[in-house]
């Protein structure tokens, strides 16, 4: 579609001697522009005549954004698609002036905007600082929080390498712009989003710990990260706190990411001064375990030297019957390792070993067992095995991953997986 005939006499005298025109003139040749323009496809060659009639001066096409909250959508895209078509340092200039003003708090959310569409990782920390409350201290609007998040979820994925420099920008953030900072770099760093945000634990403040932790928890919950140790060990850390409440939200994500290496650590616990902290790992170490013993610390290291015991003198040989063993040894090594309710994650490993078996029974039984345990880690084995499943054995297969499935969906609404213990065998 062609510009109409309003809108190609408009451009006619926005661009006619543009250059030597008097600034009242230039601001008022912005008027009708805006006003004829109509359809999408009009856009490009209006912001054009706009970017033509302001001489360089980015402020001028910044501001009819910040003040005139009427202006279309349409209008509203073709002054932004003008500042692009400036010199970049004029377009951020503007944008700076407002990060340090607070006397008119929509200029940063239309500057976050204009960021948004325009910005590169050089620009993260004038997007935080666009970001940041009004007064140091205060809450940020909610507009606004939701404005950063975006701008900096646009800047991320625009460029490699933003991720790594907005890692080193949050330490120093204000803290009304943390909550929008994580929730985008966990985004946008993808599989390595627990790794990233694990990784600010250390030099990070009890404040933004706390909201680390937080966003670790809903990757977790997304099952980013459940296989990364190094998440786990940095998590851990956070249990000798002096904050009391990061221990408490430490628990929380150690539980999420199935971290059955935590349980002793979740175990001393049990023993702490602050009621919450005993609370919450008590919760912790029963869905992780699936025991359901009451939230003392006797019982638990009495279950636990047994559970360890058994690892030290019994996981060896199970390993060597499910390899190597008769049909009838790998199945009773199947139904030991069953039975174990510590290291999970160790049991999966194992039970793995017997799905490379030739006997249909004993591979039948491994599946059902898989699909009984309430771990992420289980459904992902069943799911390597399913490509390479025999016919005979996909039946059997679907039940395990439809009975896991269901497990897991059921705890995931449900804090805690309380089953009655019928033997004191680990």
């Known amino acids: 579609m062609r510009p109409s005939s309003l809108v190609r006499a408009a451009l006619a005298l926005a661009l006619l001697g543009a250059s030597t025109r008097p600034a009242r003139a230039q601001e008022e040749a912005l008027e009708p522009l805006l006003a004829g323009l109509g359809a999408a496809q009009e856009v490009p060659a209006v912001a054009t005549a706009l970017a033509e009639s302001v001489d360089g001066r980015a402020e001028r096409l910044f501001e009819p954004l910040v003040v005139r909250p009427e202006l279309s ?30 006397d008119v708090p929509a200029e ?172 919450r790992a008590h919760a912790a170490l029963t869905r992780l375990t699936g025991l359901a013993l009451p939230p003392e610390e006797e019982p638990w290291l009495a279950w636990l030297d047994e559970a360890m015991t058994w690892w030290d003198t019994r996981s060896e040989e199970s390993r060597v019957a499910l ?51 309430d771990d992420p880690r289980a459904q992902l084995a069943l799911q390597r095995f399913r490509d390479e499943a025999q016919p005979e054995l996909r039946p059997g297969l679907e039940r395990a991953r439809v009975r896991l499935d269901q497990r897991v969906a059921a705890t995931d609404h449900r804090k805690t997986l309380r089953i009655p213990q019928r033997t004191r065998t680990p």
Do not use: M, W, Y
């Open 323 to 373: 390899v190597s063993g008769s049909a009838a040894e790998a199945a009773a090594a199947v139904q030991e390792l069953a039975q174990q309710r510590f290291r999970r994650d160790h049991v999966v490993q194992a039970l793995e070993l017997a799905l490379a078996r030739s006997e249909p029974d004993v591979v039948a039984l491994t599946l059902t067992t898989l699909g009984s345990l």
């Open 73 to 102: 959508r349409l209008q509203r895209l073709a002054l932004e698609l003008a500042l692009a078509q400036l010199p970049r340092e004029a377009v951020l200039a503007p944008l700076r002036a407002a990060a340090r003003r607070a």
């Open 108 to 279: 940063r959310e239309v500057a976050l905007a204009v960021l948004t569409r325009l910005g590169t990782r050089v620009e993260l920390a004038l997007a935080l600082e666009l970001g940041a409350a009004d007064v140091r201290g205060e809450g940020a609007p909610r507009e606004r929080q939701k404005a950063l998040e975006h701008c900096l979820a646009a800047l991320l994925a625009r460029e490699p390498g933003g991720v790594q420099l907005l890692c080193e920008l949050v330490p120093r953030a204000d803290p009304s712009t943390l909550a929008p900072a994580l929730k985008a770099l966990a985004v946008a760093a993808g599989d390595e989003a627990a790794a990233r945000l694990a990784g600010l634990l250390p030099q990070a403040s009890d404040a933004v710990r706390a909201l680390v932790l937080a966003e670790l928890g809903r990757c977790a919950t997304r099952g980013v990260g459940l296989d990364d140790l190094g998440v786990s060990d940095l998590v851990r850390t956070q249990l000798g706190s002096a904050d009391r409440a990061l221990a408490v939200l430490a628990c929380g994500v150690l539980e999420k990411l199935r971290d059955h290496g935590a349980v002793p650590e979740l175990i001393v616990l049990l023993a702490d001064g602050d009621a919450n902290v005993r609370s």
